[in-house]
């Protein structure tokens, strides 16, 4: 059995638990909650007709009541960088915790999701800034932990990513 | 002996591992249930458990914790929360801890639970208040916009309006037709003025200018002010029988200086009277009392009305949208605007009701000090300004390019200013002024900020970019955003300078130049009253640096407009037309303070004064003495500028030298 561990990444409330959360148990709650500590969770998917199991590591939200500890990173094979599409802040924090990321952590894939697509009148993330994080050769895909559009192609992306 | 820390643990709710090697751990305290739920061991559980298979967290802690264990050092090393979930479903939070003891390598782990709750309680009300925070920002972001928008199109109407009735005057028109047209400008000026309170009271970025000094002035005279308002505002009290009283100490030696700006004082002093007014009884009386101490200034409005609503606290009064008990007043906006501003300026304001009858309505500002006096002074006004200096040797007619996206302001403003002599060519949006501008060079490029294709900021940005001999010598903006700050934001931007729509023409024509010549800013905004220094083409001369062409064409332009000025003026004055009167002899006074036309000024000034108050008194004997003042400096000039010719014949030809700019067509 194949096993490859995802690490979440993103600043706080753009939406990292429910993405997991929706992924693994297809479930959604809109009451944000926010993470404490790293919660760990496991789904197989099924990846050209290998198994692979995925060990999701939620991390809480870098911000200053809470920094992202990078050893957590290790024995990571990808990880997918979140940001809220009506929040553009978080676009910049995203941009930030990659740019950590690939020095405290060297190159590892990762997918770049914007989150809550399914609040498109409130998007903030104009499709020129969106061009240039495509412009930067990442896969980036609009996702929505509410009504499932894009999470399970993020998640397989980035296991296609992972597993070249 | 064996260490006490094993027991304390155990009491503290610790679980205690001992690393055996090969990645196996074994129970030094006894098993707990919630241990055994979470990682599926039955209750007697003997044997090495390898908890890298139980947990993938503690898997990438014991990378650290070996590390710490290989080092030898004393204390601990101590994981962050992580959380588990049982088989039951219970999320559990645990914690882990690396520590050495007896030679043992031993790990703790304990589930703090109470604790771990706190924390996410602490934080998630912390990330709440962060995400309430961000979105009443881009709340207030989106209402300013829209706010911004609205105040656009609302002016938008007004600009065609303006600048129609500045047509039609010129039209001969029946003297029905004129005291229509004065009542329609008049209409004009009264929604543009409320637009501009809308836009006061609500902007923030008007919020941000007042947080610092206004520094459009030197520092107001708060009686100066009150005596305007008392002024202006008598008749209205007359006309209900009610008596407008002023009360000052007379003492001449009280300084009534204060922080602030005489326009928004007297709008104050307007709206406390207006709220005075709507309350008070016919046969009444309403005072304004004005007193000083040592930091402050305080004014007071006493009225013998009802008296304030025992219910309604004074803070609630000046709040937003608060409109009195019965209802009285239009929006419930113009007593907060008040507190917004004497509060901005560090003042203060309130309201009580009065022993035997009525209220008091008050507000005090500090004293304009040394300091800010002095700062003041030194600070330009804003309006229609440009710090880059303006174009010093400016002749007519001047080929201009106008941009608006506006059929009616593009006809309108193109017929005006041929009409003043100028060529213009006219275009749409910024697209097509930036190819013309690359076509031909222009001495004055109008832009419209909103235009689509290209807007004004982007073909400024263009226009700048053009080959040095392509620049035209003033790029102006026009905007429908005339707040002190967009005005300043368009400076920033490279404007040489702003001018809010709906603006009147005559306005144009001294930022172009027209009448002012040297410093338009100063003569348009500036109220420095000229010095009688030498003759008045001498004095017109200082001001163009010598340049005698361009003194003579600044002569017969004075000349050809001044005529028809008065003429407006005695109209203005016998048809009791305030707007019209304060205009036109506003205009008049820029004109002859170039010339060091000290009488022709003063009576200019006060002509303007008495049209900005409607107060009609004194005004056709103050333009009869104008009129007397300006036919000496016409003869004066008339004769000097003859003089001045032949002169100059000999120096034409350095004349010419000097003026080696781009030729203008008309």
Known sequence: ?164 | MDSPLPQFLRELGFVLLEHRGDGLFAFLSPQPAWLNSLWNLSADFHQGIAITEKSPFLENFLVEADAFWASHQNGLCESETWIETSDTGKEVPLKAIALQFDGKRVLALHSPEPQFRERVQLLQTARNALLEHERLQREIQKKEILLHCIIHDLSQPLSVMSVAFDSMEEESVSERGKGLLALGRKATDQQLSMIRDILQVFSSDLKASLAGMDTSEAAPNLLVSARTVHASMSSVFASKNIQLRLDVPDDARLNWQVRGESSRIERIFSNLLENALRYSPPESQVTIRLSSDSEYVRAEVDDEGPGLPKDLPPSQIFSLFSKGKEGGGKAGLGLYFCRLTVERWGGSISCESLPTKGSRFWFRLPKASAVEKARTEKTKPITAVNDKGSPKKKSHPMRILLADDQDEIRLLTTNQLERSGHSVLPVANGKEAFEAARRERFDVVLLDEDMPVLGGLQALKAIRELPKESVPKSIIALTGYNSEPDRARLQAAGFDFVIGKPFRLDMLERLLGGDTGAEPNKIAESAEPPKAQGSPFSNVLDRVGGDEKLARQMVATFLRDTPPRIKGIANAAQQKNGSSLASLAHALKGSVAIFGAVEAHEFSERLQEAGRRNDFGEAASLAKQLEEEIAKLEANLRGYAGRERSRATGTRSKTKRRHSGPKRSS
């Open chain 1, 1 to 164: 059995m194949i096993q490859k561990k995802i690490c979440m990444l993103g600043a706080f409330a753009v939406g990292k638990t429910s993405l997991v959360r929706r992924f693994v148990e297809s479930i959604f709650s809109d009451t944000y909650q926010t993470t404490v500590g790293v919660k760990i969770d496991k789904k197989v998917m099924q990846l050209e007709g290998t198994d692979v199991t995925l060990i999701l590591w939620d991390l809480y939200g870098d911000d200053d009541f809470q920094r992202i500890r990078w050893s957590y990173f290790k024995g990571a094979a990808g990880y997918l960088l979140v940001a809220d599409g009506t929040r553009k802040a978080t676009l910049e924090k995203a941009l930030d915790l990659e740019e950590r990321a690939r020095k405290e952590v060297g190159a590892v894939p990762f997918v770049f999701v914007l989150n809550k697509s399914d609040l498109a009148e409130e998007w903030e993330i104009d499709s020129e800034a969106e061009a240039k994080l495509r412009s930067r050769q990442w896969t980036v895909l609009r996702a929505s932990a509410k009504n499932g559009d894009g999470v399970e192609e993020a998640f397989m992306e980035l296991t296609r990513k992972m597993m070249r």
